[in-house]
């Protein structure tokens, strides 16, 4: 625990903890979703996670060409 | 006197005199004005007032459970405005902010298409002040671009408003079909002011460029009456499910790259709009009410998140995440009131955003739409990537920028301490919440898979941000400019528009010499041919006009004679 703060700080910690305890709810109760495929065990856990590595790298890529100087309209 | 009177038409009256009055009581004043504004709300449902002008008939004043709902918020958002801005010691603002409110407000009493059109254009000349308030070159030109597309929108909706009267005799705001030409040019001037895909540059261009007041105003009511208007005519148009999924979707890539973090809360409210309209296209009663909650709620918590970035701008004179960071411990009450809305955007339970979304989420899983779901999902997540996470902690955390600070102005802090304390209201006690809404339903948002589905997706999301933050995979912040579909009229138009102008003129220069070389030459042939001593010449030409004057003078004598003779 103490290792964990020294390396990634309480907010951090505290967040990687509240995960956890939200995928051990789901196995203490039954979790069901709008549609079928949520119903798998953990999948918005997995859906969240995946979804802002992709948005990141999407973002990332995007930088290239949609990012230009700050006076780009000024010009 | 007062049932006939359109709620917010006294608000537009009313700011006339705002010049006038000193500071404090301007500002007292501004309050009775909203409050004798909101006294209309209790007159019930029905048709309250209407005028004939030269054969028409302007219903403008007309409520019902769609219109409620609208009315309660755009009231409340105006009197967090005055409280908001209450430091401003001159008029202009004020005036813009209590006309502005007031048009919103009497555009969603109104019963026909041409009161509509009125109040329509009210907001947009109205709110341009608030644009222009910067007083910066840049928002000059953006307030510019900002009224000619709001007037634009506003021909459309002319447009498809005499259509209307001349195809069916009325012109009542009422549902309409999009296969017909004036549904579609309704649907395109609501489309505009909406911000879809495509259309949806002037409100990155503009709201950004706006005084930290304006931003507030700005973000509450134009781009919710579009809501409002979709609602109330286009219920259940099935393309709207693709625009709204749309526009939840790719404003999140360009949040996440763009610099100015008021700029980043513009595209979290295209985003945020996405929702809306995916509800509306629904159309069933738990969409409609998804919609309405959405709207309610979202003004709230992106009016609290401008206002925490509006406190920033006017702190330190600017709102660039490469700029700021460390600035809890100068303004740690602004810092929890932007958290608070953060964690209200995501739909963290318990909080506003939770339960207006989760109607939205349940309508689209009855429905079946099981793509436009993920994708809705997805969009989720990013909201709470660029909203969530990078609002305040650029703002108030990041890495310490240097910059020493004091705490915002207290009215700022009060206005943003009752937006908190709504979101949080909202989020706990939503049974209150949705009975002010169009229809009545039996929905209950938490329950334990709603609840730990809704936290897992958050807490993990929440977590790769962390990842790539402490692994140092997120880049930096930079100083830049993200382009968008205003480059299409900035930039492209004009970089086509312009060399082919320079052709055009060069060409018409090239024929211009060409007609003037063809004069020259002709005129030279019929020199050399017919007056150098030729049939032309001085002594011809004379004889010639004595003939003609003869031939004059004989004609008159035959005239004369033939009348007087």
Same mark, same amino acid.
């Given at each position: 625990?103490?290792?964990?703060?020294?390396?990634?700080?309480?907010?951090?910690?505290?967040?990687?903890?509240? *995960?956890?305890?939200?995928?051990?709810?789901?196995?203490?109760?039954?979790?069901?979703?709008?549609?079928?495929?949520?119903?798998?065990?953990?999948?918005?856990?997995?859906?969240?996670?995946?979804? *802002?590595?992709?948005?990141?790298?999407?973002?990332?890529?995007?930088?290239?060409?949609?990012?230009?100087?700050?006076?780009?309209?000024?010009? | 006197?007062?049932?006939?009177?359109?709620?917010?038409?006294?608000?537009? &009256?009313?700011?006339?005199?705002?010049?006038?009055?000193?500071?404090?009581?301007?500002?007292?004043?501004?309050?009775?004005?909203?409050?004798?504004?909101?006294?209309?709300?209790?007159? !019930?449902?029905?048709?309250?007032?209407?005028?004939?002008?030269?054969?028409?008939?302007?219903?403008?004043?007309?409520?019902?459970?769609?219109?409620?709902?609208?009315?309660?918020?755009?009231?409340?958002?105006?009197?967090?405005?005055?409280?908001?801005?209450?430091?401003?010691?001159?008029?202009?603002?004020?005036?813009?902010?209590?006309?502005?409110?007031?048009?919103?407000?009497?555009?969603?009493?109104?019963?026909?298409?041409?009161?509509?059109?009125? @109040? @329509?254009?009210?907001?947009?000349?109205?709110?341009?002040?608030?644009?222009?308030?910067?007083?910066?070159?840049?928002?000059?030109?953006?307030?510019?671009?900002?009224? $000619?597309?709001?007037?634009?929108?506003?021909?459309?909706?002319?447009?498809?408003?005499?259509?209307?009267?001349?195809?069916?005799?009325?012109?009542?705001?009422?549902?309409?079909?999009?296969?017909?030409?004036?549904?579609?040019?309704?649907?395109?001037?609501?489309?505009?002011?909406?911000?879809?895909?495509?259309?949806?540059?002037?409100?990155?261009?503009?709201?950004?460029?706006?005084?930290?007041?304006?931003?507030?105003?700005?973000?509450?009511?134009?781009?919710?009456?579009?809501?409002?208007?979709?609602?109330?005519?286009?219920?259940?148009?099935?393309?709207?499910?693709?625009?709204?999924?749309?526009?939840?979707?790719?404003?999140?890539?360009?949040?996440?790259?763009?610099?100015? $973090?008021?700029?980043?809360?513009?595209? +979290?409210?295209?985003?945020?709009?996405?929702?809306?309209?995916?509800?509306?296209?629904?159309?069933?009663?738990?969409?409609?009410?998804?919609?309405?909650?959405?709207?309610?709620?979202?003004?709230?918590?992106? !009016?609290?998140?401008?206002? !925490?970035?509006?406190?920033?701008?006017?702190?330190?004179?600017?709102?660039?995440?490469?700029?700021?960071?460390?600035?809890?411990?100068?303004?740690?009450?602004?810092? &929890?009131?932007?958290?608070?809305?953060?964690?209200?955007?995501?739909?963290?339970?318990?909080? +506003?955003?939770?339960?207006?979304?989760?109607?939205?989420?349940?309508?689209?899983?009855?429905?079946?739409?099981?793509?436009?779901?993920?994708?809705?999902?997805?969009?989720?997540?990013?909201?709470?990537?660029?909203?969530?996470?990078?609002?305040?902690?650029?703002?108030?955390?990041?890495?310490?920028?240097?910059?020493?600070?004091?705490?915002?102005? $207290?009215?700022?802090?009060?206005?943003?301490?009752?937006?908190?304390?709504?979101?949080?209201?909202?989020?706990?006690?939503?049974?209150?919440?949705?009975?002010?809404?169009?229809?009545?339903?039996?929905?209950?948002?938490?329950?334990?898979?709603?609840?730990?589905?809704?936290?897992?997706?958050?807490?993990?999301?929440?977590?790769?941000?962390?990842?790539? @933050?402490?692994?140092?995979?997120?880049?930096?912040?930079?100083?830049?400019?993200?382009?968008?579909?205003?480059?299409?009229?900035?930039?492209?138009?004009?970089?086509?528009?312009?060399?082919?102008?320079?052709?055009?003129?060069?060409?018409?220069?090239?024929?211009?010499?060409?007609?003037?070389?063809?004069?020259?030459?002709?005129?030279?042939?019929?020199?050399?041919?017919? &007056?150098?001593?030729?049939?032309?010449?001085?002594?011809?030409?004379?004889?010639?006009?004595?003939?003609?004057?003869?031939?004059?003078?004989?004609?008159?004598?035959?005239?004369?004679?033939?009348?007087?003779?």
């Amino acid at each position: 625990m103490k290792y964990l703060i020294e390396k990634f700080g309480k907010i951090n910690t505290s967040v990687l903890f509240l *995960c956890i305890i939200f995928l051990v709810l789901e196995l203490i109760g039954h979790r069901h979703g709008e549609t079928s495929i949520e119903d798998i065990l953990f999948f918005p856990a997995f859906f969240g996670y995946v979804s *802002c590595i992709v948005i990141f790298k999407i973002g990332v890529s995007l930088r290239s060409f949609l990012m230009k100087d700050e006076d780009y309209y000024d010009k | 006197m007062i049932s006939s009177f359109p709620p917010g038409l006294i608000m537009m &009256i009313g700011a006339l005199l705002i010049p006038f009055l000193p500071h404090i009581i301007r500002q007292i004043y501004m309050m009775v004005l909203i409050l004798v504004s909101a006294y209309a709300l209790t007159l !019930g449902f029905g048709t309250h007032s209407k005028i004939d002008v030269m054969d028409i008939e302007f219903i403008i004043f007309q409520s019902d459970s769609l219109t409620l709902p609208f009315a309660i918020i755009f009231h409340i958002a105006a009197i967090l405005n005055v409280i908001y801005g209450a430091h401003e010691k001159h008029w202009n603002q004020h005036v813009a902010i209590m006309s502005y409110s007031g048009a919103a407000i009497a555009a969603v009493h109104a019963g026909d298409l041409f009161t509509l059109f009125i @109040w @329509w254009e009210a907001t947009a000349f109205t709110s341009v002040f608030l644009i222009l308030a910067s007083k910066t070159e840049r928002s000059y030109k953006s307030a510019f671009r900002y009224i $000619l597309i709001q007037v634009g929108s506003g021909m459309f909706l002319l447009a498809g408003a005499i259509l209307l009267m001349s195809e069916t005799g009325s012109a009542e705001f009422r549902n309409f079909d999009i296969n017909s030409l004036y549904g579609q040019l309704i649907f395109i001037a609501f489309g505009i002011k909406a911000a879809f895909p495509l259309l949806n540059g002037w409100l990155q261009d503009s709201y950004p460029e706006a005084s930290e007041i304006g931003t507030v105003a700005l973000s509450t009511f134009t781009t919710k009456l579009a809501i409002f208007c979709f609602a109330k005519s286009f219920a259940g148009t099935e393309i709207l499910i693709i625009i709204g999924a749309i526009m939840t979707f790719y404003p999140i890539f360009f949040a996440v790259i763009e610099n100015d $973090l008021r700029r980043v809360l513009t595209y +979290s409210l295209n985003n945020q709009l996405g929702f809306m309209i995916v509800a509306i296209g629904i159309g069933t009663e738990l969409a409609i009410n998804g919609a309405v909650a959405h709207a309610f709620a979202h003004i709230l918590y992106k !009016g609290l998140l401008f206002m !925490g970035m509006g406190a920033v701008l006017y702190r330190v004179g600017t709102c660039k995440a490469s700029e700021l960071g460390g600035l809890f411990k100068f303004m740690p009450i602004t810092a &929890i009131c932007t958290i608070i809305g953060a964690i209200s955007i995501s739909a963290f339970p318990l909080f +506003s955003g939770f339960v207006a979304k989760s109607l939205i989420m349940s309508a689209l899983g009855k429905e079946g739409l099981v793509f436009v779901y993920f994708m809705l999902l997805f969009a989720s997540a990013g909201v709470l990537h660029h909203s969530g996470i990078k609002i305040p902690f650029f703002a108030f955390f990041a890495h310490e920028s240097g910059i020493k600070t004091k705490e915002a102005p $207290l009215n700022m802090i009060i206005a943003m301490i009752i937006a908190s304390t709504l979101c949080i209201l909202i989020g706990v006690f939503p049974s209150y919440f949705y009975e002010i809404l169009p229809y009545q339903i039996q929905y209950q948002p938490y329950d334990f898979s709603h609840v730990v589905g809704q936290l897992q997706l958050l807490t993990f999301a929440a977590f790769a941000f962390i990842c790539l @933050w402490h692994f140092k995979i997120y880049p930096p912040e930079l100083n830049s400019t993200v382009l968008n579909s205003d480059w299409i009229y900035r930039k492209m138009i004009p970089g086509v528009l312009l060399p082919l102008l320079n052709l055009i003129n060069n060409i018409n220069k090239k024929i211009e010499q060409l007609i003037g070389f063809m004069f020259m030459y002709v005129r030279k042939f019929f020199a050399n041919t017919m &007056i150098k001593n030729k049939v032309f010449d001085r002594e011809v030409g004379q004889d010639t006009l004595i003939v003609v004057q003869l031939f004059i003078i004989y004609l008159i004598f035959i005239f004369v004679w033939k009348i007087y003779l």
